[in-house]
């Protein structure tokens, strides 16, 4: 993956630069190195798509509990 598509996959996720750094634990800066790079290193991608997973675990678990809900009701 180059620098700028992962730029655009981070931005698509919905995360800053600058967020996406904090969760990482890392200075924005680094962020913005592998923004610029030819390639970026696989584990900034992997962790990238474990956010991604992660955020979408957690929408599927609301929606499912939501309509646990509206059965329960009936």
């Given at each position: 993956?180059t620098?700028?598509?992962?730029?655009q996959?981070?931005?698509?996720?919905g995360?800053?630069?600058?967020r996406f750094?904090?969760?990482?634990g890392?200075?924005?800066?680094?962020?913005a190195?592998?923004?610029?790079?030819a390639?970026?290193?696989?584990?900034?991608?992997?962790?990238?798509?474990?956010?991604?997973a992660?955020?979408?675990?957690?929408?599927i678990?609301?929606?499912?509990?939501?309509?646990?809900?509206?059965?329960?009701?009936?």
């Open positions: 993956m620098g700028q598509e992962f730029e996959a981070v931005k698509a996720a995360y800053t630069q600058k750094a904090e969760i990482m890392v200075f924005r800066t680094t962020i190195r592998a923004y610029q790079s390639e970026v290193e696989p584990f900034w991608v992997y962790a990238l798509a474990g956010l991604i992660s955020k979408s675990t957690k929408e678990i609301d929606i499912v509990s939501k309509a646990d809900k509206i059965i329960e009701k009936k």
